[in-house]
């Protein structure tokens, strides 16, 4: 089971990235996604996941209508969009998987710690 992130970088207050979740070893769309991030002294946090059976998405207050996930099941990865970032924005990007349905309900209000795979993570830097 692997998970590897990509598409992190610079960019400019107002620009946009998309965060690729690549999956080897399983079947992402068995699985609950998560994206979290992690700033520079502060604690990871839940930005957005996917549930497993009919694809509900569920955004953290401080993304909601910026970021958007989605899942490609042909290509086993999900991604995620990040529009109109601001440097607040700036953290270490991980995505997370896990078989448990329930997990979606509360993953972006905890820190993840549930989730029983990662990735190695991506870095998002947005300059003011």
């Known amino acids: 089971v692997q998970l590897v992130e990509s598409g992190g970088g610079l960019v400019q207050a107002g620009g946009s990235l998309r965060l690729s979740c690549a999956a080897s070893?399983?079947?992402?769309?068995?699985?609950?996604i998560g994206w979290f991030r992690q700033a520079p002294g502060k604690e990871r946090e839940g930005v957005s996941c996917?549930?497993?059976?009919?694809?509900?998405?569920y955004y953290a207050d401080s993304v909601k209508g910026r970021f958007t996930i989605s899942r490609d099941n042909a290509k086993n990865t999900v991604y995620l969009q990040m529009n109109t970032l601001i440097p607040e924005d700036t953290a270490v990007y991980y995505c997370?998987?896990?078989?448990?349905?329930?997990?979606?309900?509360?993953?972006?209000?905890?820190?993840?710690?549930?989730?029983?795979?990662w990735g190695q993570g991506t870095q998002v830097t947005v300059s003011s």
């Open positions: 997370a998987a896990d078989p448990r349905p329930s997990l979606v309900y509360f993953c972006v209000h905890a820190t993840g710690v549930l989730f029983g795979s």
């Open positions: 996917i549930s497993s059976s009919d694809d509900n998405t």
């Open positions: 070893g399983f079947t992402l769309d068995r699985y609950v």
